[in-house]
């Protein structure tokens, strides 16, 4: 085994490690603040698996949008609603359901895997050009470049059709959010 | 240049880190954290589609994880938005007490 190989596998398996402990802390830790720093490790483990796949840019974005954009959004949210204090997670509203939940999920988890092994020899590596690498095209941002070229020329009206739906969900939290004059002088005296 | 460790090694950890997001999605009460499962699920199916756009050679799984990126965004500006107003109301309110939406 050379000193390259054992090096991805050590990348690999340690980015594994802070993907699934990252995980198993969202869904364990009573405080959901320490959920989304689990959700943090979770996320940057992920972007490592990228940079091992080649996929640079994804994983920078990985990082700016999901890692910083998306977990400040919920750290905002926590600490705007006071929710931060813990949970008791020993209460089980419905009896059966934390096993009937294991099943379902270890069940998944199992046909999955068995379905990746069975195929693992269906799927050869196709040869050619499909993806470009930093090494092979002698620039450093071959994978940008690959990827520009695909997203604003085959998929330009799927990109264009992104925008939309980023205006739209702008609009409607804005609506959902918003404390209607009127409105609140409802509730404030239905509560009461 | 194509990377040494199997594809399929990438997708055994993606189809693992689905199914932790699944059961925390089932078996949390909490919105916050559920929404945090979904994003758990989500980087599973992100890490299958670049594993996949390596052994396929081919760029468009990338692509795609781009778009679920941005869905992903969206879904959770508007999910948020959603809890903020629903919490404001009723603080404290588990997924359980959203049942009081209907009617």
């Known amino acids: 085994m050379s000193d ?13 490690v802070m993907i699934l402990g990252g995980a198993i802390g969202v869904i364990t830790m009573k405080n959901p603040v320490h959920a989304a720093l689990g959700l943090v490790l979770t996320l940057f483990g992920v972007a490592v698996q990228f940079v091992a796949m080649q996929a640079h840019f994804l994983a920078a ?5 999901y890692a910083g954009a998306i977990v400040v959004l919920f750290l905002f949210v926590i600490m705007l609603l006071g929710v931060d204090e813990s949970m008791d997670l020993s209460i089980e509203p419905i009896p059966i359901q934390r096993p009937l939940a294991a099943v379902m999920a270890v069940g998944l988890v199992g046909l999955v895997g068995a379905a990746i092994v069975r195929a693992r020899d269906a799927l050869i590596i196709a040869p050619g050009d499909g ?3 930093a090494a092979d095209a002698g620039t450093h941002d071959a994978n940008i470049k690959q990827l520009a070229t695909n997203l604003y020329g085959d998929h330009v009206f799927a990109f264009q ?3 939309v739906l980023l205006i739209v969900a702008v609009a409607g939290t804005v609506l959902l959010t918003r404390k209607w004059p009127k409105d609140a002088a409802d509730t404030e005296s239905s509560d009461a | 240049m194509i990377a040494v460790i199997e594809p399929t090694w990438y997708l055994l950890l993606a189809a693992m880190l689905f199914g932790i997001g699944a059961f925390g999605l089932m078996v949390r009460r909490n919105p916050l954290i559920m929404f945090m499962c979904v994003e758990l699920m989500l980087n599973a199916a992100n890490l299958t589609f670049v594993a996949m756009a390596t052994r396929l050679n081919d760029i468009n799984g990338q692509t795609a994880v781009f778009f679920v990126l941005v869905v992903a965004a969206a879904e959770v500006v508007v999910g948020l938005g959603i809890l903020v107003s629903i919490l404001r109301r009723r603080p404290g309110a ?10």
């Open chain 1, 161 to 163: 059709l992104t925008s």
């Open chain 2, 94 to 103: 588990t997924a359980d007490d959203l049942a009081e939406l209907k009617g």
């Open chain 1, 131 to 133: 993806i470009a690498t």
């Open chain 1, 61 to 65: 974005v990985q990082v700016i949008v």
């Open chain 1, 4 to 16: 390259a190989t054992f090096l991805e596998f050590v990348v690999f398996f340690s980015a594994a």
